[in-house]
């Protein structure tokens, strides 16, 4: 996944809000979700596209931005051979 450290946190904060039934915990961990979701929308990923170009696309559509992957992307050499 793109984001681990947001995902943990969020993660954590879920935890929380079930082990101490808190319907305030998860509006947090729902608010900190849609804050960094609009930040790295609008924000970091456009500068990752403009400083790495069609590298980071082609990460970008390979790699989910918050559920890990269940197998490991490869991305592909720059002979077209997979790495």
């Known amino acids: 996944m793109r984001n681990p ?3 943990a946190v969020i993660t954590i904060l ?11 915990i998860a509006a947090l961990a729902l608010g900190f ?3 960094n ?3 790295f929308v609008f ?8 400083r790495f170009g069609e590298e980071y696309v082609e ?6 931005r918050w559920v890990p992957r269940m197998t490991p992307w490869q991305p592909e050499a720059q002979t077209g051979e997979p790495a």
Do not use: D
């Not at 924000?43 to 403009?50: D, M, Y």
């Not at 990460?59 to 989910?64: G, R």
């Open 33 to 35: 979700l849609l804050l």
């Open 14 to 24: 879920l935890g929380e809000a079930l082990l101490l039934g808190s319907w305030t």
């Open 43 to 50: 924000s970091e990923e456009p500068g990752l596209e403009k």
């Open 5 to 7: 450290m947001i995902s």
């Open 37 to 39: 979701t609009v930040y």
């Open 59 to 64: 990460y970008k559509a390979n790699v989910p």
